[in-house]
C-alpha cells in the first residue's frame, strides 16, 4: 500500500558551524533516506544535531558537505511542498489567527474567497474555529500550536517537518496532539519528519525511529516500530510498545563514551 | 478529548485582564499634598509665589495672548523638528537594521552624536544657521533623529528570527519578509523610541528657547528670570510638564494601538 519511494534524501551531509573562531562539527557525513508517506521521528541527546539536519532539509541552512535531496532534487532554499512547524510555534503575534494561517495562501496569490476556505476547513480540523479572529497572546500554547499546524497545513505541503512540536505542551494535551497528528496523517498522507525529545513520543508516532548520536552529530541507530495503525492510547500500554520504548530508550541514553 | 479541551478552558480563564492598580488614589493625594506643602512652604519663603499667584498670573499671561502665542510657537517647533527628525531616522534605521553596508557607514555617526548632547550642537547651529528657526528646529529634529533611528535599528536587529524562518518556510522572499514581518515586529521598538524622541526633542526645545528666542515658553522663563517674575518662571515651569505629559501620553495611546498585539507580562 505505502509507496516506497525516496522522498527525503539526506546524502553524507556535514554541517560545521563556526563557533569562538573554531570549526565545530555539528552533524558528520550524515545519510538518511525517508520514504514517500513515511512517518519518521528522531530523537538523540540534545545538541546532537536534530534541528540541524532538519533545517536543512528544510533549505534553511545549507550543508557544509553533501546535499538534501526531496523528490530527487537538490535543496537550495524553503519550498511550498515542505511545512515546517517550529517549537516555538512561530506564529505571528500581530495577525490573527485566520489572518497567519491564510499569510502563505496570500504569497501564493490564492484569491480570497478560496484563501477563506482553506482557512475555514484548517481552522475546523484544528478546532480554532471560534478563535479565528484572536491574536495569538490570547491562545493556550496547544491551541498556539495547533494554529502554527493549520497554518503549515493550509498550503498543502506533501512533506512535514517538525521540530519538538509538542515539547512545549502539558502531557495530557501532547497525548491529544499526537493522536490528532497520527489521524491527519492517515487521511491525508504526507512524509513526516518530526523530532522530539520524548522517546514515548517518537515510538508511538514513527514507522521508524531515528536515534542519534552527538559530538560529531550523527545516526546512532534507526528502530523500525512493527506496530500497526492506527495508533490507540491503548497500545502505548502493551508489551511490544513496551519493548520497542525500551530499545530506543537504551539507544538514546546508554550511548558508549566517545 | 473533552477533558484537554476544558483544560485549555481553564488555561484561557487564567489570563484574566489585568487588574486595576487599587492605589490609584494615592496618587492623587501625592500631587494634593504636594500643593499643600507647596502652599506651605510659600508661607515662609517671602520669595516663592503659591499656587493661587502663579494661577492668577497664568491667567493673566494668558489673557494677555502672551503664554498662547508661547505656547504655540513652541509647539510649532517641537512639532516640526521631530516629524522631520523621526521622519528620516526611521527608513534609515530600518535600512541600518537590514542592511549591513548601510550599518557600516552610518553606525559610526550616530555613535558618535549620540554622545553629545544636541544642546551642544547649538552654537555651532547658530553659527551657521543664523538665530531664527532654523537652528533651533534643526537641532530639536537632530535630539528625535537620534533617539529614533537607534531604537529602529535595534528593533530590525531584535527580530525575532524564527518568524523570519516562519515567513522563508511559507514562501516569503526578502521583500515580503521585510514589509510584512521585519517592519511590524520592530513596530514596538519603534513607538518606544517615538516616545523617547520626543521627550528628547521637548527638552532640546525648552533649553534651546532658554538661550536664543523671541518667544515660546523657554524664552519667557528666561526672560522672566531677568526681570526677577518668579511666578512666570513658575507658569512656564507647569506648562512644560503639562505639554510633555500630554504629548506623552498621545504618543503611549498609539503605541498600545499599534502594538496591542503584544504579549504583556
Ligand atoms: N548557528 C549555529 N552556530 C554555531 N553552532 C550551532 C548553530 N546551530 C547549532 N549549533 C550547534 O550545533 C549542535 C547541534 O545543534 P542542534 O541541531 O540545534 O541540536 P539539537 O536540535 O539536536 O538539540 C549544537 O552543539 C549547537 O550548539
Ligand atoms: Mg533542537
Avoid at chain 1, 78 to 94: D, H, K, M, N, T
Amino acid at each position: 500500500m505505502m509507496a516506497m519511494e525516496d522522498k527525503i534524501v539526506f546524502d553524507k551531509v556535514t554541517q560545521v558551524f563556526e563557533l569562538n573562531g573554531k570549526a565545530f562539527t555539528a552533524v558528520s557525513e550524515l545519510s538518511l533516506t525517508i520514504a514517500d508517506n513515511e512517518f519518521v521521528t528522531v530523537v538523540g541527546p540534545s545538541g546532537c544535531g536534530k534541528s540541524t539536519i532538519m533545517n536543512q532539509a528544510a533549505g534553511l541552512l545549507q550543508p557544509t558537505t553533501g546535499e538534501v535531496r526531496v523528490d530527487g532534487k537538490r535543496v537550495q532554499g524553503p519550498g511550498p511542498e515542505r511545512g515546517v512547524i517550529f517549537q516555538q510555534y512561530a506564529l505571528f503575534p500581530w495577525l490573527t489567527v485566520r489572518q497567519n494561517v491564510e499569510f502563505g495562501l496570500e504569497l501564493q496569490k490564492i484569491p480570497k474567497s478560496e484563501r477563506r476556505a482553506i482557512a475555514d476547513k484548517q481552522l475546523e480540523l484544528t478546532d480554532l474555529t471560534a478563535f479565528a479572529d484572536a491574536l495569538p497572546k490570547n491562545l493556550s500554547g496547544g491551541m498556539k500550536q495547533r494554529c502554527a499546524i493549520a497554518r503549515a497545513y493550509a498550503v498543502n505541503p506533501s512533506i512535514l517537518l517538525m521540530d519538538e512540536p509538542f515539547g512545549a505542551l502539558d502531557a495530557l494535551t501532547r497525548v491529544h496532539m499526537q493522536s490528532q497528528l497520527l489521524d491527519t496523517w492517515s487521511k491525508e498522507k504526507r512524509t513526516v519528519m518530526f523530532i522530539t525529545h520524548d522517546v514515548d513520543e517518537a515510538v508511538f508516532l514513527a514507522n521508524r525511529v531515528i536515534v542519534m548520536a552527538a559530538r560529531p552529530g550523527r545516526i546512532y541507530k534507526i528502530v523500525d516500530v512493527n506496530l500497526p495503525y492506527p495508533r490507540t492510547d491503548e497500545m502505548r500500554l502493551t508489551p511490544e510498545f513496551a519493548a520497542i520504548r525500551n530499545e530506543v530508550w537504551d539507544s538514546v541514553y546508554h550511548q558508549p563514551n566517545d | 478529548m473533552t477533558v484537554v479541551k476544558s483544560a485549555e478552558k481553564a488555561k484561557e480563564a487564567e489570563k484574566a485582564p489585568k487588574e486595576s492598580n487599587p492605589w490609584w488614589w494615592l496618587s492623587i493625594v501625592s500631587v494634593l499634598g504636594g500643593i499643600l506643602g507647596w502652599w506651605l512652604a510659600s508661607l515662609t519663603l517671602p520669595t516663592l509665589p503659591n499656587p493661587a499667584e502663579v494661577v492668577m498670573r497664568g491667567i493673566d499671561l494668558f489673557q494677555r495672548g502672551i503664554l498662547g502665542s508661547d505656547i504655540l510657537a513652541s509647539l510649532r517647533r517641537v512639532l516640526t523638528g521631530f516629524a522631520i527628525g523621526s521622519g528620516l531616522a526611521i527608513p534609515l534605521g530600518f535600512a541600518m537594521g537590514w542592511y549591513r553596508p548601510i550599518r557600516a557607514l552610518i553606525e559610526p555617526w550616530t555613535q558618535f552624536f549620540r554622545t553629545v548632547p544636541p544642546l551642544a550642537i547649538i552654537p555651532l547651529a547658530i553659527v551657521f544657521l543664523g538665530i531664527g528657526e532654523v537652528p533651533k528646529v534643526f537641532v530639536i529634529a537632530l535630539a528625535a533623529f537620534l533617539v529614533t533611528i537607534v531604537a529602529t535599528f535595534q528593533g530590525v536587529l531584535n527580530v525575532d528570527k524564527t518568524l523570519i524562518n516562519a515567513g522563508r518556510v511559507l514562501g516569503a522572499g526578502d521583500m515580503t519578509i521585510f514589509r510584512r514581518i521585519a517592519v511590524p515586529a520592530s513596530l514596538p521598538f519603534i513607538t518606544v523610541g517615538l516616545r523617547q524622541g520626543l521627550g528628547a526633542s521637548w527638552a532640546t526645545l525648552v533649553a534651546s528657547e532658554l538661550i536664543a528666542a523671541q518667544e515660546g515658553l523657554g524664552y519667557r522663563m528666561q526672560n522672566a528670570q531677568i526681570y526677577y517674575q518668579i511666578d512666570t518662571i513658575f507658569v512656564g515651569l507647569i506648562l512644560i510638564g503639562v505639554f510633555g505629559l500630554i504629548m506623552d501620553r498621545i504618543v503611549l495611546w498609539f503605541d498600545l494601538k499599534l502594538t496591542s498585539w503584544q504579549e504583556r507580562r
